[in-house]
């Protein structure tokens, strides 16, 4: 069954420094996702992207962060001057179609700012 | 401000009892996910509705609309399906989703 990858698993950065984290949503999906889950926290949701563009931001999603979908397979999330606050654990997902399909998760990049 | 809440946050069951999750929410909806994270802290979508009934094999999760509410039931439980359940809404103003704290499940053999 197609999944959705992420990479790295763990990434860990100095704070301040800036981080890409990598996305491959499943191949026929056209609706892309990113959440963050901070240690012992639930699931926030960060942004929603369909047609090279974004299409819903949360409040968090400020302009310390971007997404891009640079060559059609990868999709990735940019966070510069990373925080401490930042740690958490990212995850991706995928949508066939539109926003009401059921959305396919990848095992998730844990950030970690030191 | 929560839009979603869940009940109860922590269930312990032995095994094949039947088990229910709540999930109430105040905004309005155009669809509602039922998610299972588990401990390695991988998440998998169990189902998504926006109205009625849906099955598969012992998970069973219904809606209200009207009442803004849902359940996710487990049939014969068993130890496999310990996990953290999650609901979480898609709002029908946007492509916003709001996630709930989750319910910590344990089943005990």
């Known amino acids: 069954e197609p999944e959705v990858t992420q990479t790295p698993s763990h990434q860990v950065t100095q704070m301040g420094q800036e981080v890409i984290l990598r996305c491959v949503p499943i191949s026929n999906h056209l609706y892309f996702y990113w959440y963050r889950q901070i240690l012992g926290q639930k699931v926030e949701f960060l942004v929603s992207?369909?047609?090279?563009?974004?299409?819903?931001k949360s409040e968090i999603f400020d302009d310390q962060f971007s997404v891009e979908r640079p060559d059609g397979s990868n999709f990735t999330l940019k966070i510069r001057s990373t925080k401490l606050e930042d740690s958490a654990m990212y995850f991706c997902?995928?949508?066939?179609?539109?926003?009401?399909?059921?959305?396919?998760f990848g095992d998730g990049t844990r950030l970690s700012i030191l | 401000k929560n839009e979603v809440e869940q009940s109860p946050q922590n269930l312990t069951a032995q095994e094949g009892e039947f088990i229910t999750i709540n999930c109430s929410y105040s905004v309005g909806i155009s669809a509602l996910h039922w998610l299972q994270q588990h401990p390695g802290g991988g998440i998998v979508s169990l189902f998504m509705l926006s109205s009625g009934k849906k099955k598969h094999g012992r998970l069973i999760a219904t809606i209200n609309i009207q009442e803004k509410h849902s359940s996710l039931h487990i049939t014969a439980s068993h130890p496999r399906d310990s996990a953290v359940y999650i609901c979480?809404?898609?709002?029908?103003?946007?492509?916003?989703?709001?996630f709930g704290t989750g319910t910590s499940l344990t089943v005990i053999p």
């Open positions: 992207f369909y047609n090279n563009e974004i299409s819903e």
């Open positions: 997902a995928s949508s066939q179609v539109a926003g009401n399909q059921p959305q396919h």
């Open positions: 979480a809404v898609r709002s029908n103003t946007g492509n916003q989703f709001y």
